[in-house]
């Protein structure tokens, strides 16, 4: 049992936990405090060191979080590291402390089981978000490289908000959608995930709240939480976000941000309406909230237009506007871009400059190419008429082997369909039994941590025979699961 | 004046500070508390409340940090910020709260001006770090876009640590420097300075000290610094860094590791010898001290192969390596990559992944072609000529022009000539001068912020007649600044 005849300094500068902080560091880095040692309960810490208990409390927090100590009150704390275990071990690291341990790991744990698994050979991936390899422009990327090919004259660091002969090209585009911006406006990244980080890295004090549709992609990221942001999700109907979500939920006392996917939604592929646009919108404003608007699925429309942007209502510059090439394209370019007010476009480049020196130029040149020739368009026309079909015949298989034990959306455009079983089985068990069968699904409790009835089809990545085979699999093992669980 | 009717609860689990700071912001939220306003001493808060002065401090410590107020001490800190304005506004974001306002600020601004003033129209860039357009392989590009144009059959989502072709194309590269490593043990990032971002997002606890060689590149970012970790330079000498800095500078309390650039240093141009490379592995084992060590410039010899890359003879996986092909083909790629032990390149992959989801596709696919084809050794063998050339004919000019006003070094490798003026001016006006002029200089003291009497010259990037152009010019700016201040 460890004895502690020291007492901190409280006429110091040094806050009192702080100064127990050092000293039990210390005492651990000399040895005298041994690795698998319990440290005496909070109370008694607080007597023999004189101070109160919420002070004994914090610097046991921190202590925790550097990964020194481990367990919570009761005199169950223990020493798990000394300085060397814990740089050299990459089992307890710094971005860890940030995230909800309880909450996150799991999923994490699905997330990378998917993350691997889809490198695996001949796995059936059912819900995988991006353009199969059939919907690959292949042809069309020769002919652009052939064409390109002698026209890069050099390839050094860029500007800081990226090639302004892209960013030219985009203001131009973003037109079509009623989005008037100087290329001054845009900041091209890696990327909409990498916009996500760098909003989180530089706009956002850590304890912000970020409101968003429940469920959501954001979930299934951990650059907020990583980061130190709370999450609370927003109820939604057909028409999107409920508008009185915004003002129950919005933070009193810290600052809030809304994030939404107003078309078609991942993972819901719910549109929001044009009406519910603009209620969002000014709810947001009388409520002071930002908005990220991240709209990287809106060329992949298959019967109507979706009503415009947020943005393009957007007069006071409250929105931030997220594009994408990934899913209308391919992700393997690893660009998007942000447009919003001048001065946030400067401070998001600034950091993006000190995270990665700007995005890859051979990608940007290469993307500019595909725009302003027109290629872009005449793929984006095929590749509506391809989905509409893989979406068509994945409604028609759903039909066929799913009507009496799931529910599913129609989805206007995007890649998702949101299917709900009828009966609580597993999800756990569901994926695990899936895997056997060489079939990937993507569990519905990664974008809404309570939910465990939904999975998320994606028809944009297999081939309709895939589809077929797949989703028939995944049908008897649903079925067997529920006559094991008895669940129905 | 603001009256305080309000005190802490002490018997709360939470810590007196935070429930000070949360009742402060509550109350300047709610209106009560006006922008503008200043708050009473710290003393008088510490009566009001019935805390200790350190909690006060770490109270208003937080806020300061956090935005909502500034000043410090004596009745003198004043609100300045409420929730909104603070989200609305750029001025006040969390990142700069990391970073140590003092030091930093005045870097930055001219780092900032560098990089907006290289895109200027018929400005010399004396100081730039990269191969000019003219050493771009422009020829070589365009063969290799050709042959390669139909092989591109889809661009989707890569592995978390990138394109398996070009890790083993790497991990068999490698093997020319004596690295064995297997393709698992590579993780492909978008430059070495994402790298450097990746460790100190997933490896390094806040507060870590981190070791370097000063003057160092290291300085001329903020990455670490804005993460939370502090920076000690070691000197140097002619072999590289001396050993004895390592054990003076580690921290005792605090996780240690060394940054350093044995190989064409940036911005000395010192190459560590043989013998101080074993020291400096020894000493950093028996400290068990990690090492990034950054071999970003190793292609670059010029008159002999530098000696073989710490890493080559590091046992026990201490050794962090960085390479990247920026400074040998192209920066535009925006490609990088770290070897090191397994497990701590599965985790930085898995940061990665979090980030932008992995590099340009497009950039890996293009560089593995780059490699394998055998084009990119074919390259370095005529940029090393060409190098060459331009550091002779660089020397040449400065010793026409500077022999009594400068003392430098005669790099080995790499881009960088490190010039130290023998009087002493202001470096700021220097470089204030030069712009009008239109040169622009990389001052010394971004890579270390006492020094104010170096710039580093790149011969990488002009032409050898604007070198002489603008290193003529220049030698006139000093040495009416001499004239001037009267400094010798
Ligand atoms: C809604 C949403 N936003 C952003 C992304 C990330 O896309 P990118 O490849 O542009 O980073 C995805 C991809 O899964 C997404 O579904
Ligand atoms: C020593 C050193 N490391 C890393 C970098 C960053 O290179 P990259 O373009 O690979 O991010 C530089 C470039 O300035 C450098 O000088």
Redesign the pocket.
């Known amino acids: 049992m460890i004895d502690i005849n020291w007492k901190p300094d409280k006429n110091s500068s040094v806050t009192l936990y702080k100064q127990i902080v050092n000293y039990i560091i210390r005492e651990i880095s000399t040895g005298n405090f041994v690795i698998g040692t319990k440290l005496p309960s909070q109370r008694k810490l607080s007597e023999m060191l004189g101070v109160n208990r919420s002070t004994v409390v914090e610097a046991l927090d921190e202590l925790k979080s550097r990964g020194f100590v481990e367990g919570k009150g009761g005199g169950g704390t223990r020493i798990i590291n000394n300085t060397w275990s814990l740089l050299s071990s990459t089992s307890k690291l710094n971005w860890e402390n940030y995230i909800d341990g309880s909450i996150h790991k799991p999923n994490l744990r699905t997330i990378q089981m998917v993350n691997k698994l889809e490198y695996e050979k001949d796995i059936i991936r059912l819900g995988t ?2 353009p199969g390899p059939e919907l690959f422009p292949q042809d069309m990327m020769s002919k652009i490289l052939n064409k390109y090919s002698n026209k890069i004259k050099s390839l050094g660091y860029l500007e800081a908000k990226g090639l302004l002969e892209l960013r030219k090209i985009l203001s131009q585009y973003l037109k079509n959608y009623g989005i008037n911006v100087s290329p001054a406006s845009i900041l091209i ?8 980080q760098l909003i989180s890295l530089s706009l956002l004090p850590p304890g912000s709240r970020i409101l968003m549709e429940n469920p ?3 979930k ?2 951990h650059i907020f939480q990583s980061l130190g942001m709370n999450l609370a999700g927003l109820k939604m109907d057909n028409e999107g976000i409920i508008p009185d979500e915004i003002s129950k939920n919005s933070g009193k006392k810290v600052n809030t941000l809304l994030y939404t ?1 107003p078309t078609f ?3 819901t592929g719910i549109v929001m309406t044009e009406n519910r646009r603009m209620e969002i919108l000014n709810t947001c404003e009388s409520y002071r909230i930002p908005i990220i608007e ?1 709209d ?2 809106r060329e992949l429309w298959m019967d109507e237009l979706p009503p415009m942007p947020l943005k393009t209502k957007d007069k006071n510059g409250n929105v931030l506007y ?6 209308s394209l391919a ?1 393997g370019f ?3 871009w942000v447009v919003g007010p001048e001065h946030v476009i400067d401070r998001l480049s600034d950091i993006k400059m000190q995270t990665d020196y700007g995005s890859s130029s051979i990608s940007q040149l290469i993307l500019a190419e595909w725009i302003s020739s027109g290629f872009y368009t005449e793929h984006l026309e095929k590749l509506r008429i391809q989905l509409k079909h893989r979406r068509d015949k994945t409604l028609e298989i759903l039909s066929e082997n799913f009507k009496d034990i799931a529910l599913w959306n129609i989805p206007k455009g995007g ?1 998702y369909i949101w299917l709900k079983l009828k009966c609580n089985i597993s999800m756990n068990k569901l994926f695990l039994e899936a895997i056997k069968e060489k079939i990937l699904i993507n569990p519905g409790n990664i974008y809404d941590f309570s939910n465990n009835q939904h999975l998320r089809i994606s028809y944009s990545y297999v081939s309709n025979s895939d589809m077929e085979v797949g989703l028939k699999k995944l049908s008897y093992i649903i079925r067997d699961l529920i006559k094991q669980e008895d669940s129905c």
């Not at 990244?189 to 996500?196: F, N, P, R």
């Open positions: 978000g991006e990244v890696s990327g909409a995930l990498q916009a996500l959501s992609y954001l299934s990221i996917i939604h991942n993972p991240d990287v699925y997220l594009g994408s090439i990934s899913k992700p690893r660009i998007g890649f």
